[in-house]
């Protein structure tokens, strides 16, 4: 059974650093498939960022140059680190793992408040 587990999120102020891990279990860890996923009340849930499943790396056009998303094979997380971060990336984050197809819903994680908010 895939479990993912994200930790990392709370309240900062604009311009400010956010670290987000996702703890990875039941799979045998890879970052490829891996990503970060989030949204907002009203809203459909948006890619942030990823590894695809052939290894590349994704953003969202509205986080490129901010934020950036690594893993760490050791500790199986993959994480996203947030900076300059703005009252619109204010949303639940959420871990995801597509195991075969990057087009596949994949596994979820419980997801992690992110507010950015002065």
């Known amino acids: 059974q895939v479990h993912l587990v994200e930790f990392g999120g709370g309240l900062v102020q604009p311009g400010g650093s956010l670290r987000l891990s996702c703890a990875a279990s039941g799979i045998i860890f890879r970052a490829n498939g891996m990503g970060w996923y989030r949204q907002v009340p009203g809203k459909q849930r948006e890619l942030v960022a990823r590894?695809?499943?052939?290894?590349?790396?994704n953003y969202a056009e509205s986080v490129k140059g901010r934020f950036a998303i690594s893993s760490d094979n050791a500790k199986s997380t993959v994480n996203l680190q947030m900076n300059s971060l703005k009252p619109e990336d204010t949303a639940v984050y959420y871990c995801n793992f597509k195991q075969y197809s990057d087009n596949a819903n994949g596994y979820w994680g419980q997801g992690t408040q992110v507010t950015v908010s002065s």
């Open positions: 590894f695809t499943i052939s290894g590349s790396t």
